[in-house]
């Protein structure tokens, strides 16, 4: 059974910086994609970026140049670097994966990142 699992979330100042990580554990296939979304109180889940297993990437215009999105395929783990945070980033953070021949997708709990002004 694949399972998802976030962590690196937290408080920061606007202007910091804060690094997500995101473990996939299972039987886990290949060609995949893994991603990060994020939902802020009352509004809805939204794609912040993604990235395949051949490493190419997507990126959610408010966040193009200040996030970047990297895995490490030997451990199933994507990363999300995040810098130069907004308050508007604030929200929860959940990591996907989508494997797409089996065809499955798979969610993490989800982790809280808030950026204070």
């Known amino acids: 059974q694949v399972q998802v699992v976030e962590s690196g979330g937290g408080l920061v100042q606007a202007g910091g910086s804060l690094r997500l990580s995101c473990a996939a554990s299972?039987?886990?296939?290949?060609?995949?994609?893994m991603g990060w979304y994020r939902q802020a109180p009352g509004k809805q889940r939204d794609v912040v970026a993604t990235i395949t297993s051949g490493d190419s990437t997507y990126y959610a215009n408010s966040v193009s140049g200040r996030f970047v999105i990297f895995r490490d395929n030997a451990k199933n783990t994507v990363y999300l670097q995040m810098n130069s945070l907004k308050p508007e980033d604030t929200a929860v953070y959940y990591c996907?994966?989508?494997?797409?021949?089996?065809?499955?997708?798979?969610w993490g709990q989800g982790t809280q990142v808030t950026v204070s002004s």
């Open positions: 299972g039987s886990i296939f290949s060609p995949n994609i």
């Open positions: 996907n994966l989508v494997e797409i021949q089996r065809p499955a997708t798979y």
